[in-house]
């Protein structure tokens, strides 16, 4: 059973036509002694015999005088209620100690355990722990990263705190969250082989449990668990437990009224049922006659209203009678006894079918009455035995009258005795037990073994339990005077209520006044039958049904004077009276309370005299000192209220507000939802005392939706199922709308809707309807992190039912739209209202905050609203999965409230300032990711807000950056520095990070985009080229710098010039290169600015090279010019050859020729370019020297000349070969021809100069053998270079 119980009726008493008052407005004059009037009569007498007021009364006196009225009516309502509550709490009892028409649900959900405050905080506190490296438990960075993002947004979020607060919170909640969190995380990990992502969860999940748990001991957890299982199903000391917390109830007032009302006693508690069911049958008649209803909201329904009444009675009456006549445990203690032997198998007949007797009226069979009894027979021990030797073995038989025979243990004679126990079943109610002593024969022929004495014994089910002495009749073969002792036990059957003999005479039963054996006997919840028998007999002789006799105490009958009995009662019925006697009084009381809980009737019968201090009975002393106590303190008046005297809506009312109370303030988290135990009483009381359905669902809905006002988390799907009920009843039993579906009554019974109900359905309907319009509008409070689980889902559902007219209309889908459409449009008001407070934005339009404050402050508040979007999405766009495009416009809504702050944050920067560029890209990053508000409206607004600042900046960029090539070559001292120098490098940084920012804002607009991809590359072309021409310019002015001497080496600086010029080249491609896209083919075909800016480059490189080149050859040709001075012929010949120079120029150009070798190797960067440098060098060199000794052909080398020539050809060759010239450019033609005039040279010096052979020999080494050919002149001056 799922559905949920009712709750309260909050205006109850403000409505004029109640349909119970209207009831009980017959018994107007009826004396209620159970009910008190005390607190309304204190009231008026408190106003009404107050003094007359004085004519200038002082102040003081006056307060004084409405505090002390105050006071007393405080204390009036206050003992009101405190009666109310335990006149309810005895009908609860009631309800909870026979129960006959409701059960205990076993399939309701289990509720998880409630989370609170300090819960909460010592929650908190474990994950700081852990964060802080405070515990044991070992994690890597993966997990730490999961639980203190768990901890920033979950934890610490004051929606938690919110939902902790209003009762709804678990710890299931708590897991399930970081579980939703981590389960995206570990998808995004890399896959580790051997290690599956199920596997890291299901570790995280365990760790988790350890924070969360804490230093708890895991063994606690079943106890948890028994907990919430005991929660189940409850057994009727907790149920009394349970409601007396809850109605207040002092434990020695259960006591008292729990003994004053024999709830132990499941007898008096039928009676006490039949009597209830009884009294409303006749005041249902009595309206009936009076025709005294309830207002309805139609005319024909007071004729259907009676019916119902009737027909609720007797569902009652059915389902008590439903009952079985046995209802308790029938199970007997084990017995620690031995069984007894068979003795024989001697079975006792069935019964047979007997006539009715004739002589009664009644319609009941012998056969219905058949009563069952368990006997067990203890034979203790026997004495007197003394004519046996001590060695004779002794044991018993045993039988009842007509069943089998047991048989005892052995025994000695010297000690008879036995621990053993017989038992037997009977359907005799005056049994006879047959108990016989036997010794063994010790004759060799003997058959049998000799009885020594028996015993017959009479039991009744009222015979004394323990055991007792008899005396045993001996055979002829004991002379002894035998006694044993034996406990007979006789235990009654369920059916059987009273039993004892009577005296009785009656008119067509017991005709003759004697004495009887009589036995009431129930056959069923509302049949029960006066019975006498006979001994030994096991069906009635005479019998009388109760049906419709009352029983009352009486006065001595003159026909039974002399004939024994002292104490008389009748049970009387129109045209019959049967009077019983008994010889004790407190027989008789025993006996007129049986029948009276038998007859159900409506009169309690009344001793004449009392003597409390003659009562001997245990049970009728316990029963009149529990009377007794009960008058003492006094609550008498509630165990004797007449419960069809009391408005149970009212009470019921009473009852399921506190019980809800009560249920919201345990341990659970129940949203709303009674335990199994509470359901059981409530459905118990509802269909006990005829509490309407509909009654009781609006006044669960009224509770429920005063908690869910007040902020306490309330299970929409409860109110749903109660709202469903109350709206079936309301609009399915209308008049109209049965016309028109042609039905009968509703599936709970009831067809008639009372106006009452029908007004305070419209009343709830609203209110409900506000309350979810509520909700939803703040559904991201109400429902924090999607939590409780499908509750905003269920919410969206329940709104839908409460717009639909009826039950059989359905609600148009663009109503619903419109409603949920004003809620989320609301909804976004609420959110950025709850995050900009939370931000503190409003601070930030405070004149004395500076506008980067504000900005920052803006930035912040962009982030969190990306979070709350982010959120909403993850936790509540399931739940809005029918209203998608409404929850886009949410979103929508909530940025254009963003974009005002925005705005005026924005237009109070200073001009030409870039700090807000962040906050486009977080925004930009987030809306062109969301498929939804990509190019939405706020997207729109964002870039049409910071286009212009993008197009400012760039400009204002480009300008510095123009600036920045100016004045920096201006002031350039061409230091190394990066790839380049200082303001090469500048440029080229401000020119990618301005590409990236650009870049990096991903622009929505496509076309716009291009713009300023096709602008910033252009831009770039631009600035490398004047930054190549300064740098051209600069270089071409350091070269001037130098002379033509071999001492000259080049400048770092030019080395510096040339790696700009090789930096700026290397990176054209990825400044200048147009990104590739649909839209640019045309624009890449007409506008190739990288391929423009390689080519200025490379002419700017040529350039640079050829100009070095000239500087360098110049060094040579400055040499090649002195060496001239020595040619044949000339005047300065002869003088120059008198100082004996050696090598000093040869030597003095390789130096030079080494020397900047090396710089151009170490301080150029390209080592292809550096390559070429060299390659155009030597091929100079080679050309110049070449073209000198063209020029002297005719001329014979002077020997300085030769050794200079031949020692720069030589060392040219090696140390370029060194630096990497290729073969064929170092082996040319040129070179060839160089080799072969120095050989023809050489030998001519040879010749004409004998006398110095050896140094001339010295000279070539094994050059001569080299110069034979120009193949193998590499390798004659490799080994002259070695030589020399």
């Not at 897991?175 to 990990?189: P, T």
């Not at 007197?384 to 005892?408: D, F, H, R, W």
Request: proline fraction near 4%; include cysteine.
């Amino acid at each position: 059973m799922r559905e949920p119980s009712s709750s309260e009726e909050e205006s109850e008493n403000e409505t004029n036509d109640d349909e119970n008052s209207d009831i009980l407005s017959i018994h107007n004059n009826v004396d209620q002694k159970s009910l008190s009037a005390s607190g309304e009569n204190l009231s008026v007498v408190s106003h009404g015999r107050g003094p007359p007021r004085p004519a200038s009364p002082s102040p003081s006196l006056i307060s004084d005088r409405e505090k002390a009225i105050e006071d007393t009516e405080k204390l009036e309502r206050e003992e009101e209620e405190r009666k109310k509550r335990l006149q309810l709490y005895v009908f609860v009892m009631r309800c909870i100690a026979y129960p006959f028409n409701a059960k205990q649900p076993t399939d309701m959900a289990r509720r998880q355990t409630k989370v609170t405050k300090q819960q909460l905080q010592t929650i908190k506190e474990r994950f700081v722990a852990f964060l802080n490296g405070e515990t044991s438990i070992v994690a890597d960075e993966a997990f730490t990263n999961a639980v203190q993002s768990y901890y920033e947004v979950f934890l610490k979020s004051d929606r938690v705190a919110t939902m902790v607060k209003s009762g709804g919170c678990s710890a299931n909640d708590f897991r399930e969250v970081f579980k939703n969190n981590i389960e995206k995380r570990v998808r995004s990990l890399p896959e580790i082989d051997g290690l599956s992502k199920e596997t890291v969860l299901s570790s995280w999940m365990t760790k988790f449990d350890a924070i969360f748990r804490g230093e708890e001991d895991p063994r606690k957890q079943p106890q948890r668990m028994s907990t919430a299982a005991s929660e189940l199903i409850l057994s009727k000391e907790q149920l009394y437990e349970m409601f007396q917390n809850i109605l207040g109830v002092k434990k020695y007032e259960h006591q008292i009224l729990y003994n004053a009302c024999q709830l132990d006693n499941a007898d008096e508690q039928a009676a006490q049922v039949r009597r209830e069911l009884d009294r409303r049958l006749q005041l249902t008649e009595q309206m009936s006659r009076m025709r005294k209803h309830p207002k309805f909201v139609v005319k024909e329904m007071e004729s259907m209203y009676m019916d119902e009444l009737k027909s609720a009675i007797n569902l009652l009456m059915a389902n008590l009678e439903s009952l079985p006549v046995s209802k308790g445990s029938t199970d007997s203690t084990i017995s620690r006894l031995q069984k007894l032997k068979r003795y024989n198998r001697a079975q006792h007949s069935s019964l047979s079918k007997m006539d009715i007797n004739d002589e009664t009226d009644s319609g009941l069979s012998k056969l219905d009455v058949v009563l069952s009894f368990t006997l067990e027979v203890h034979v203790v021990e026997v004495k007197g035995l003394k004519s046996l030797a001590n060695n004779k073995i002794v044991y018993c038989t045993m039988e009842v009258e007509g069943g089998e025979k047991l048989q005892t243990d052995q025994a000695e004679a010297s000690k008879p005795s036995w621990d053993t126990q017989g038992d037997f079943t009977t359907t005799h109610p005056l049994p006879v037990v047959k108990v016989k002593l036997y010794t063994e024969s010790s004759g060799m022929l003997s058959l049998e073994d000799k009885e020594l004495g028996k015993v017959v014994i009479p039991v009744t089910a009222s015979s004394s339990r323990q055991p007792e002495w008899y005396r045993m009749h001996t055979t002829k073969n004991c002379q002894d005077d035998l006694k044993i002792k034996i406990a007979v036990r006789m235990d009654k059957p369920q059916n059987m209520k009273h039993c004892g003999y009577l005296y009785g005479l009656g008119k067509k039963v017991w005709k003759k006044y004697k004495k009887r054996y009589f036995v009431l006997v129930q056959v069923s919840q509302y049949t029960f039958a006066m019975c006498s028998y006979r001994e030994k007999k096991p069906d009635p002789t005479e019998m009388m049904q109760l049906d419709g006799f009352t029983v009352d105490y009486c006065e001595q009958v003159p026909d039974a004077e002399g004939f024994g009995g002292k104490y008389f009662f009748n049970c009387v019925k129109e045209g019959d009276n049967v009077t019983f006697a008994t010889d004790d009084e407190n027989e008789r009381t025993l006996w007129v309370q049986a029948i009276y809980r038998a007859t159900g009737q409506t009169h309690k019968p009344v001793p004449p005299v009392v003597q409390t201090n003659k009562i001997s009975n245990t049970q009728i002393s316990r029963m009149q000192g529990d009377a007794d106590r009960a008058r003492k303190h006094g609550l008498d008046e509630f165990v004797q209220a007449n419960p069809v005297m009391f408005d149970h809506h009212d009470l019921f009312n009473m009852l399921q507000t506190l019980t809800l109370d009560y249920r919201l303030n345990d341990a659970y988290t129940c949203l709303g939802w009674f335990s199994p135990g509470q359901v059981f009483v409530l459905d118990e009381y509802c269909a006990r005392y005829g509490v309407r359905g509909c009654h009781r669902h609006l006044c669960y809905l009224n509770d429920l939706l005063e908690r869910a006002e007040a902020g306490i988390m309330i299970d929409p799907t409860l109110i749903h199922y109660s709202f469903a009920f109350c709206a079936s009843h309301v609009h399915g039993n209308s008049y109209e709308v049965k016309i028109k579906l042609k039905r009968g009554k509703r599936p709970d019974g009831i067809g008639t809707v009372l106006l009452k109900e029908k007004l305070q359905f419209d009343e709830i309907k609203e209110r409900l309807r506000i309350l979810l319009e509520n909700q939803i509008t703040h559904f991201r409070y109400c429902f924090p992190f999607g939590r409780p689980e499908g509750a905003l889902k269920a919410t969206l559902s329940l709104l839908e039912r409460v717009l639909m007219k009826d039950i059989v209309t359905p609600v148009p889908p663009e109503e619903v739209r419109n409603v949920i459409k004003k809620c989320l449009e609301n909804a976004a008001l609420v959110n950025y209202t709850r995050i900009s407070e939370y931000a503190k934005i409003e601070d930030s339009y405070n004149e004395e905050v500076s506008p980067k404050k504000r900005l920052d402050d803006v930035i912040h508040l962009a982030e969190l609203c990306i979070e709350v979007l982010q959120q909403n999405e993850e936790h509540h766009a399931e739940a809005f999965a029918w209203f998608s495009d409404l929850l886009v416009e949410h979103a929508e809504i909530f940025w254009s409230l963003f974009a005002v702050d925005m705005d005026s944050t924005l237009e109070m920067q200073p001009p030409d300032t870039w700090d807000s560029f962040p906050l486009f890209q977080l925004l930009n990053d987030y809306l062109r990711n969301d498929e939804n508000l990509s190019s939405g409206k706020f997207h729109q607004h964002l870039r049409m807000v910071f286009a212009p600042q993008v197009v400012r900046y760039v400009d204002l960029m480009e300008s510095s950056i123009a600036q920045s090539i100016h004045k920096g070559f201006e002031r350039e001292r061409w230091e190394p520095q990066g790839n380049g120098c200082a303001t090469s490098e500048d440029m080229l940084w401000k020119l990618d990070a301005l590409q990236s920012f650009i870049r990096e804002l991903h622009w929505p607009d496509e076309m716009f985009a291009d713009h300023l991809d096709h602008r910033l590359k252009l831009m770039a072309a631009d600035m490398i080229e004047a930054a190549a021409k300064r740098t051209l310019k600069s270089f071409e002015a350091w070269l001037r710098k130098g002379g033509k001497g071999t001492d000259y080496l080049l400048y770092p600086e030019m080395a510096v010039m040339m790696n700009v010029i090789i930096d700026c080249k290397n990176r054209a491609l990825h400044l200048c290169a147009l990104d590739s896209g649909e839209n640019m083919t045309l624009i890449e075909n007409s506008h190739q600015y990288h391929t423009k800016i390689e080519d200025f480059l490379d002419r700017i490189q040529v350039q640079m090279v050829k100009c070095l080149i000239e500087k360098l050859l110049s060094v040579l040709e400055s040499v090649l010019s002195k060496l001239a001075r020595y040619d044949e012929g000339t005047f300065f010949s002869s003088i120059l050859s008198l100082t004996k120079p050696v090598n000093e120029l040869g030597k003095a150009y390789v130096d030079f020729m080494r020397g900047n070798l090396d710089i151009l190797r170490q301080k150029i960067a390209d080592e292809l370019f550096t390559l070429s440098i060299f390659e155009q060098w030597y091929t100079g060199q080679m050309k110049m020297i070449c073209d000198w000794l063209s020029d002297r052909l005719d001329l014979s080398l002077h020997p300085y000349q030769l050794t200079c020539v031949m020692t720069i050809n030589r060392k040219c060759f090696s140390d370029f070969e060194l630096q990497g010239v290729p073969e064929n450019a170092l082996n040319a033609k040129t070179y060839q021809t160089i080799c072969s005039r120095l050989q023809v040279e050489e030998a001519t010096q040879s010749v004409t100069q004998s006398e110095n052979s050896s140094k001339t020999s010295r000279f070539l080494g094994g050059g001569g053998s080299s110069m034979g050919g120009a193949s193998s002149g590499t390798g004659s001056q490799a080994s002259g270079d070695e030589s020399d």
